[in-house]
């Protein structure tokens, strides 16, 4: 049995989904397109499983989005790959006027379905009191009250859900409003065509039968049949929202009791007082992305020590008892170094993705949406964009693939084209190191981390350049559609602390296991191309090394090093470094920052598992200094020191600002449908990123 859940935005369908499938979820793309499809399946009862699919949540039936077309293809059964036995439509009883417009649409389509009713102890709180059974009668259908959070009334729910599947629920004789009074002739001649529909069901073939899959013939019949009765469209769809209205609101007066609206403001609303005020509320907001990064600092620096040191002090002891041979060589220096440029970023990883689910998780993300939707709008974007931006923050991946909610075409094209700006959780371990290794860990006014200071800085240089290329780039995309801005402002509420332990957890996974086959097996190549060359080459080196060994008062710990060192320069790795040299020295960098340029092109975390490779294979064996320290006592060949400030900064804004990772592009050419776009994306990144670090390291040097 196949089980739809739809529902309006913020209704708690997602909860309610997770708490029915549990962990037998599956998350993948509705046929032909690529809006996210997540199903599941549950128990129903001892002799009834059902698998759920969790439909994108829409207002209405009159979809506008794409993902909210396909809510409305599989609700008109005009879906192809989906056919719901039984709808379980999520209401907001806190909203419950706003959620009875899309409900009670479904039920004038007839089709078995349920009602859940969520939040509420939320509506409780606001003095709202609902009657249940007398709501039953007058829509129609079963209603019931649960809570997913506590897992209250899903059995119930699901005993409905059963009962309905076997058709001991009917759905109403009677339509909801009189969908005749808005076009009787039309129905009725659509009717004899199909007829099993419902009159509700025969509007919206007149209105959208364009979109549905019928052969040539059939849409010229129902053209025919508007063209003759002069059907409009709009005018129905208004007369119809106004009847609808008009119905609930006679519905909410018998079955739902609501407060004096003159009564004392809701905590929420006093708290938006503040938190949306048009001055103090920048200021809350730079003063949260601050205790974030200073807070990524703060507790992640104990367990990335211990790490660190762990891997440094377990190298070094191998080094000691491991025989002289090249698979000792690779498990120290290429699976032991790789691993610990992927391990030693967890912590960070866990604690970003913790703050950033409970900032969501209490509501206060879409508050800054609604505070930069005026900026947004001054540079061709809109308030919807905020959000593909801030989970930028994360990943752009999953960023790009949530632009399509926004319904204009130019303003979704020009959200793409700069949310890879955004700072990603894989730039975050460039960022850590880098800052650890040129900027001191210092304290403004005795509490302003520096470190933190400057991890913001670049978070927020990213965000305002995005929005100097997003102004640029509005004059030459030359689309134009009008835009609207409309957002729900969730109430707030306590943070589920299981989902963001949860979501932590998964983040890292996804970090080792995904983002870690990659960096571990570019380690394994590095290693492989850093201590192997051209034999002839190689071999020279060995021999020059041998005859300065043979001269006497030689200091053979030094001698070993520079041999060391030698091995790696005239490594392939090394070759293929020294051939990019002459790009990158204006930049500050030198030939292994330009190795790393070109591996971390697949993935921008990769940088460190480069260099921890890279400065592995140059040191001896039995030195267990941490990768910082390593790349902190590099030095050019004039001995003058490498990672200065100026390097430091040059390398963060060129990482900042590079389009550094090839699934970015891939969803990018999937999202447009084409490879002009993401080429384009290439191209002005990576002269970006070379521009602005030339003028930092000119600048600073």
Request: contains cysteine.
């Amino acid at each position: 049995m196949h089980i739809a859940l739809v529902g309006n935005p913020n209704s708690g369908k997602t909860s309610l989904f997770n708490c029915l499938t549990g962990l037998n979820q599956q998350v993948g793309n509705f046929p032909g397109v690529t809006v996210d499809k997540k199903t599941g399946r549950t128990a129903i009862s001892e002799t009834m499983e059902g698998k759920v699919i969790d439909l994108p949540g829409t207002y209405s039936l009159y979809p506008r989005r794409f993902d909210e077309w396909i809510s409305y293809k599989v609700l008109l059964n005009q879906d192809k790959e989906i056919r719901a036995d039984v709808i379980v439509a999520v209401a907001d009883a806190s909203n419950l006027k706003r959620n009875l417009l899309f409900c009670t649409q479904i039920i004038d389509l007839k089709v078995p379905m349920v009602i859940a009713l969520t939040m509420m102890d939320l509506a409780k709180r606001r003095g709202i009191k609902i009657d249940i059974a007398e709501l039953e009668r007058e829509l129609g259908v079963p209603i019931i009250s649960v809570n997913p959070r506590k897992g209250k009334g899903i059995s119930q729910l699901k005993k409905a859900i059963e009962q309905t599947a076997l058709q001991l629920y009917h759905a109403p004789v009677r339509d909801f409003i009189e969908n005749k009074q808005l076009a009787s002739a039309p129905i009725d001649d659509v009717q004899r065509i199909f007829p099993l529909l419902s009159d509700y069901t025969a509007i919206h073939y007149l209105m959208n039968h364009e979109s549905f899959d019928f052969n040539n013939e059939m849409q010229d019949t129902i053209e025919n049949i508007e063209r003759k009765h002069g059907f409009n469209p709009t005018k129905t769809q208004a007369e119809e929202i106004l009847q609808r209205y008009n119905r609930i609101k006679r519905v909410m007066h018998v079955a739902v009791s609501e407060p004096d609206p003159l009564q004392k403001t809701l905590f929420t609303e006093r708290l938006d007082d503040v938190l949306l005020h048009r001055r103090w509320g920048y200021i809350i907001l730079l003063l949260v992305l601050f205790l974030l990064f200073q807070s990524v600092f703060w507790l992640a620096q104990y367990p990335m020590d211990w790490i660190d040191s762990g891997f440094a002090i377990l190298n070094s002891s191998l080094s000691s008892v491991l025989p002289t041979a090249w698979w000792s060589n690779l498990l120290t220096h290429g699976v032991l170094a790789g691993l610990s440029g992927i391990l030693v970023f967890v912590p960070q990883i866990m604690i970003l993705f913790g703050l950033v689910t409970l900032l969501e998780d209490t509501g206060y993300m879409a508050r800054i949406s609604f505070l930069t939707d005026r900026l947004m709008r001054s540079v061709g974007l809109n308030g919807k964009s905020v959000m593909p931006m801030i989970s930028g923050f994360a990943c752009a991946v999953p960023a790009i693939m949530s632009a399509r909610n926004i319904e204009n075409r130019k303003e979704r094209l020009l959200t793409i084209l700069i949310t890879p700006l955004m700072s990603c959780s894989a730039r975050l371990p460039v960022y850590t190191i880098l800052i650890g290794l040129v900027i001191p860990r210092t304290y403004l006014f005795g509490f302003l981390g520096v470190q933190a200071l400057v991890m913001m800085g670049l978070y927020v240089l990213g965000l305002v350049m995005a929005l100097i290329v997003s102004y640029i780039a509005k004059h030459f995309i030359k689309l134009k559609e009008k835009s609207f801005f409309i957002l729900e402002l969730p109430t707030y509420r306590s943070p589920r602390w299981k989902n963001i332990v949860q979501t932590m957890v998964n983040k890292a996974k996804v970090f080792v296991f995904d983002a870690g086959k990659v960096i571990m097996v570019i380690s394994l190549i590095l290693w492989a191309l850093s201590s192997y060359g051209p034999p002839k080459r190689m071999e020279r080196v060995e021999q020059r090394y041998e005859q300065l060994k043979s001269q006497p008062a030689t200091n053979s710990y030094e001698l070993d090093k520079q041999l060391h060192a030698a091995r790696l320069e005239n490594s392939y790795a090394g070759i293929l470094g020294k051939s990019i040299e002459p790009a990158i020295i204006p930049l500050g960098y030198d030939w292994k920052i330009g190795i790393a340029l070109i591996t971390s092109f697949a993935a921008r975390e990769v940088f460190v598992g480069t260099m921890a490779t890279l400065y592995s294979v140059g040191e001896d064996d039995k030195n267990s200094l941490k990768l910082q320290d390593k790349m902190r006592s590099a030095t050019r060949p004039d001995g003058s020191k490498l990672y200065t400030l100026a390097t430091g900064i040059s390398l963060m804004i060129f990482y900042l600002f590079a389009m550094q990772c090839m699934s970015t592009l891939a969803v990018v050419r999937r999202e447009t449908r084409s490879w002009k776009w993401p080429l384009i994306q290439l191209f002005y990144m990576t002269a970006l990123a070379y521009v602005m670090s030339l003028f930092a390291y000119q600048l600073l040097n």
